[in-house]
């Protein structure tokens, strides 16, 4: 048998469980060289490596004949990153050590601290936790680490990453020196190395990933877009997967709070997960998931860590990864446990060879596509209603009387033609998305002024880029002093001192009026507007009306204007 070398209620936990044989990495930590010593193990995310951790340090949680004695201190430490990862560690712990009853306590930050240390109070044979809430519990003498056997850590690199270090070396230098300390990590940077080389003695090394960076189970596009099209295309593409749950990475909190609403406005069971949710809120959103409440989770980078969603067949890349690390990252929340799964980069046209030089620093093989069409999704949509359709089903009494009644009243062909309708209009609409590169999505542009901004005034204001300057709050202020709406509000063109707007004539005499009558907002009369003789010349050196400009010097103004709470927004949190 394959586990014949694990203690008995192991092996009878994974019996129960399904497992016939082990995975690449389990295997690998059952070798006899790797008995007993130190691990360096890496291992890609989803190729099964905390079962294969929880195998490793079997041995010296049972003893010889067969049982688990019921410890005073804890004798397994699992440390990981995120909250969630601790969590879903935890879990697969419970049913691995379930029929030895084994006593397993997570420690995370977000949960109750008070209950947590009752929990070790009573004795643990494993602790898992957060580095942060580890090294809490074990400041405030909660946390007893002079019996540990084990020591795990899971994603190390990421650990690192997240500037735990000096967290991870108090808690492993609370523990004996004859501990085993297994260490996993999808990569060994120079930090990984040195952070072994002070922690481990004749550590064994095993490695599972092959010459492909990218996980083999799962499938890569690109698909290049305009700029002003990325939201469309992630819109067709969840409609031409239809995924049972996908995940959209972005790259700030922001991002992940507008993509959402937009989402979830036109139709899609979406949640969200970024920083500034409440772990409250992350638990409720990934039990959506979990339940098929929801089917679309937009997360950035950092609140993703961890989620192992069993039903996720597709990541989108909603914005580019930073490097070739957090692809990885990333892309493996899809496609474990054997399982195949797609990740999608939308890439705007003039990020391709950006992008280009970001997959061959992964070594990743990637399709090169276009976004879905409409005629392509609706062709997707009838095969798969044609699909759902021909699958057997259990009917009811009650579902053959409603059945003859329709048939009494209207046609086979008629009922099949309101079924298919119906069926239609639970799916969100697809998206007309601009055609043929990015000389297409330039001849898109409208030329020549948009409607009612024929005849316009322009003004100028005394705020331009060395005050910080962007549309983003600049657009605010001018509604709220000139009583008008966005839609009144045309160009706006910042310059290093100033900047310059225009606003059709209709509305320019209104405009100022109500600036000046506003004036008390602004008692001190720092900010002033002036009408302008006609548009500055040279092109618009600000941002279009509305767009963000990403960038270091987002925000309110600075100097003279920062106090003036009126005049500006509030920072954008990345």
Not at 224 to 245: C, K, M, Q
Not at 278 to 288: C, I, P, T, V, W
Not at 326 to 343: I, V
């Amino acid at each position: 048998m394959p586990f014949s070398r694990l203690p008995a209620p192991i092996v009878e936990a994974l019996t129960e469980r399904g497992y016939a044989a082990p995975t690449a990495v389990q295997a690998a930590v059952l070798q006899e060289e790797a008995d007993g010593r130190d691990l360096i193990v890496s291992a890609q995310t989803g190729s099964g490596k905390t079962v294969a951790f929880g195998m490793a340090m079997a041995p010296q949680l049972f003893s010889e004949d067969g049982r688990m004695d019921r410890p005073a201190f804890p004798l397994s430490l699992v440390i990981a990153p995120t909250r969630e990862l601790a969590l879903q560690v935890a879990r697969e712990l419970q049913w691995l050590y379930g029929k030895a009853h084994a006593r397993i306590v997570s420690c995370v930050g977000g949960m109750d601290a008070m209950r947590e240390r009752r929990a070790l109070a009573q004795g643990a044979h494993i602790v898992v936790g957060t580095p942060g809430r580890l090294r809490d519990h074990l400041e405030r003498g909660a946390l007893d680490l002079s019996a540990l056997k084990v020591a795990v850590l899971d994603e190390a690199d990421e650990m690192l990453d997240m500037g735990f270090r000096e967290d991870l070396e108090q808690i492993l230098d609370a523990t004996p020196a004859t501990r085993r300390t297994l260490l996993f990590s999808a990569t060994m940077p120079k930090p990984i190395v040195a952070l072994a080389r002070r922690y481990q003695k004749d550590a064994f090394t095993i490695s599972t990933l092959g010459a492909e960076r990218g996980h083999g189970d799962i499938s890569y596009q690109a698909v290049t877009v305009a700029p002003s099209d990325i939201e469309n295309a992630v819109v067709n593409l969840l409609r031409f997967h239809e995924p049972d749950t996908a995940m959209l990475f972005c790259a700030t909190r922001e991002a992940v709070r507008h993509l959402h609403n937009n989402l979830v406005e036109r139709g899609f069971a979406a949640v969200a997960l970024s920083g500034e949710h409440s772990q409250s809120e992350r638990n409720h959103a990934l039990q959506a998931l979990r339940d098929r409440r929801a089917r679309v989770c937009v997360a950035t980078d950092v609140a993703a860590r961890g989620i192992d969603l069993p039903s996720l067949s597709l990541v989108i890349h909603v914005e580019l990864p930073r490097d070739a690390e957090a692809l990885q990252h990333r892309s493996g929340r899809t496609g474990r446990a054997g399982k195949k799964g797609t990740a999608v980069l939308v890439v705007p046209y003039p990020r391709r060879r950006r992008t280009e030089g970001l997959l061959r620093d992964a070594r990743v093989s990637v399709e090169w596509t276009t976004p879905p069409t409409v005629a392509q999704i609706a062709e997707a949509d009838r095969d798969r209603l044609l699909k759902t359709l021909a699958e057997p089903v259990e009917l009811d009494d009650e579902d053959r009387a409603l059945g003859e009644r329709l048939l009494a009243e209207k046609g086979a062909e008629e009922i099949a033609a309101m079924l298919i309708r119906a069926h239609r209009a639970k799916l969100p609409a697809a998206e007309e998305l601009i055609e043929g590169g990015p000389a297409a999505a330039r001849a898109a542009r409208p030329e020549g002024p948009r409607p009612g901004f024929e005849d316009t005034s322009w003004f100028r204001m005394n705020i331009g880029r060395r005050q910080n300057a962007d549309p983003r709050w600049l657009l605010p202020l001018l509604c709220r002093r000139g009583h008008i709406t966005k839609s009144e509000i045309g160009a706006i063109r910042i310059s290093n001192e100033e900047t310059a707007f225009e606003i059709p004539k209709v509305a320019a005499a209104k405009f100022m009026a109500a600036f000046k009558r506003t004036a008390s907002a602004d008692p001190e009369g720092e900010l002033q507007i002036l009408p302008m003789a006609g548009p500055p010349d040279g092109p618009p050196r600000g941002a279009p009306r509305g767009a963000p400009r990403g960038g270091a010097n987002d925000g309110p103004p600075r100097g003279r204007f920062a106090a003036r709470p009126t005049q500006g927004g509030p920072r954008g949190r990345r």
